[in-house]
Nanobody, 129 residues
């Protein structure tokens, strides 16, 4: 019943922006710490940003801090990832994910994909000239 559907990926040039969306159903977005992960070819899936529940505090991986912004619209059950100043190294499949339990705090430095139970199908982001 839990579903996460990402959209908004595409092909952009370095320095451009994209906004990813994650439409959630089957649970209340405001109660769950939802994360964006990405996985590039040949690399492990890594956390790039999280938004905690219920306070809405956010954290970012060092590689994206200052360029990416995570947000949520609880009424629309949607989580966003605004990506500015994109670099070729941002190229990856981006996933949104939700944990099994509500109100679980995560720290970007220690969280892993194993902490998350529900995943979207992913959306491809390619940054290239």
């Amino acid at each position: 019943q839990v579903q996460l559907v990402e959209s908004g990926g595409g092909l952009v040039q370095p320095g451009e922006s994209l906004r990813l969306s994650c439409a959630a159903s089957g649970f209340t977005v405001a109660y769950y710490t939802i994360a964006w992960f990405r996985q590039a070819p040949g690399k492990e899936r890594e956390a790039v940003s999280v938004i905690n529940a219920p306070d809405g505090s956010t954290q970012y991986a060092a590689s994206v801090k200052g360029r990416f912004t995570i947000s949520r619209d609880n009424a629309k059950s949607t989580i966003y990832l605004q990506m500015n100043s994109l670099k070729p190294e941002d190229t990856a499949v981006y996933y949104c994910a939700a944990p099994a339990a509500p109100r679980v705090p995560f720290q970007i430095a220690t969280m892993t994909a194993r902490d998350y139970n529900y995943w979207g199908q992913g959306t491809q982001v390619t940054v290239s000239s």
